[in-house]
Every structure is written in structure tokens, then in C-alpha cells.
């Protein structure tokens, strides 16, 4: 998470996909949301084609933000996509 604050981005994606090391990605899940990183962001990722692993993620990592922090249209459309597609 900190990577994300930082603007490595990148390295923060590639550590919600990271199958090989579960506590990066767990670690990283659990702290968006504490460190206040955007949910439109992670939402927009979401949108994009991810694998599996990266999809499931992005739910978890988006599942820890409350009702105060994540707007009521983000998490609409966010429960309508996933409804039709799977993860």
C-alpha cells in the first residue's frame, strides 16, 4: 500500500495478483482503504480485463472500505458489474 502512496502504482498491481506471495497481497487488501487510496481507482481496475486473482482481490480490497468511504454510485455499479460478469 505504501508503493501505492509513493506513485508505484504498478508494483502495487502486480501485488494484488500476486498468487505466489498471499501475504503481499493480503497485506495490501487490507490497507487501501486505511491509507485512504481512491476506490474509483481500484474500481476502474476492476472494469478492465484482470485475471481471476486480480479480480478477486480488487473485491476484497474494495469490500474494506465502509459506507462512508466509498461513494454510493461506486458501489452500485460495483455490485450491478459483478452481478452480470463472475469473479
Given at each position: ?52 486473482a ?26 450491478a ?6 469473479c
Amino acid at each position: 500500500a505504501t508503493l501505492a502512496s509513493l506513485n508505484e502504482p504498478e508494483a502495487m498491481w502486480d501485488g494484488l495478483n500476486s498468487v505466489a506471495n498471499p501475504r503481499v497481497r493480503g497485506h495490501l487488501i487490507e490497507s487501501l482503504a486505511a491509507l485512504r487510496f481512491a476506490p474509483e481507482r481500484l474500481a476502474v481496475r476492476l472494469a478492465e480485463d484482470q485475471p481471476t486473482a486480480t479480480r478477486r482481490s480488487l473485491l476484497l480490497a474494495l469490500g474494506e472500505y465502509g459506507m462512508n468511504q466509498l461513494p454510493r454510485s461506486l458501489r452500485q455499479e460495483t455490485i450491478a458489474k459483478r452481478r452480470i460478469g463472475n469473479c
